[in-house]
């Protein structure tokens, strides 16, 4: 006579048990490590902003002109891409600090950001956002600078990433 062999369904029970506890473990770390790399992306934008920022204003003070010698807008060649400046630093916006930081930004980004506000005056602020869950909670802002003035960058804001 030959024996069946397979498992019982105590056994079966016991295993899909011991998968779910291990799965309810591992679900928290991994829904952490998704903020923990959006705030590291949103911080590595940070830095390349105030990269670019220092590096387009020694650009435009060694150029001869200077890109802009006195407030309103003009423009500086970094790298063949042509940065939109206001009093010596770029705009707040696309073809201004984001472009400088060599940024891809919008709701379909690759990079995964996207931006909204600013513009080209001194005192315009535009806010960078990181793609996720709250991206207006997962962001900081660049803060166009006026005559004699540095721009200014807020802290990160990471209640939504």
């Known amino acids: 006579m030959s024996k069946d062999r397979g498992f019982t369904l105590i056994?079966?029970?016991?295993?899909?048990?011991?998968?779910?506890?291990?799965?309810?473990?591992?679900?928290?770390?991994?829904?952490?490590?998704?903020?923990?790399?959006?705030?590291?992306?949103?911080?590595?934008?940070?830095?390349?902003?105030?990269?670019?920022?220092?590096?387009?204003?020694?650009a435009c003070l060694a150029s001869v002109p200077q890109c802009t010698p006195m407030p309103g807008s003009g423009t500086q060649l970094m790298e063949g891409v042509a940065i939109t400046m206001v009093n010596t630093y770029p705009t707040a916006e696309a073809s201004g600090i984001v472009a400088a930081a060599g940024m891809n930004v919008g709701p379909t980004s690759p990079d995964g950001y996207d931006a909204a506000g600013g513009g080209n005056n001194a005192g315009d602020v535009l806010?960078?956002?990181?793609?996720?869950?709250?991206?207006?909670?997962?962001?900081?802002?660049?803060?166009?600078?006026?005559?004699?003035?540095?721009?200014?960058?807020?802290a990160v804001v990471t209640t939504g990433c």
């Not at 869950?133 to 660049?142: E, R």
């Open 127 to 154: 806010t960078v956002m990181v793609l996720g869950n709250a991206p207006a909670s997962c962001s900081f802002t660049y803060t166009a600078p006026g005559p004699g003035q540095a721009p200014v960058f807020s």
């Open 11 to 58: 056994e079966l029970i016991v295993v899909i048990i011991i998968l779910s506890i291990l799965a309810a473990t591992a679900l928290p770390r991994f829904a952490n490590l998704q903020t923990q790399a959006r705030i590291a992306k949103l911080n590595g934008a940070l830095g390349a902003m105030k990269g670019a920022a220092a590096l387009a204003h020694a």
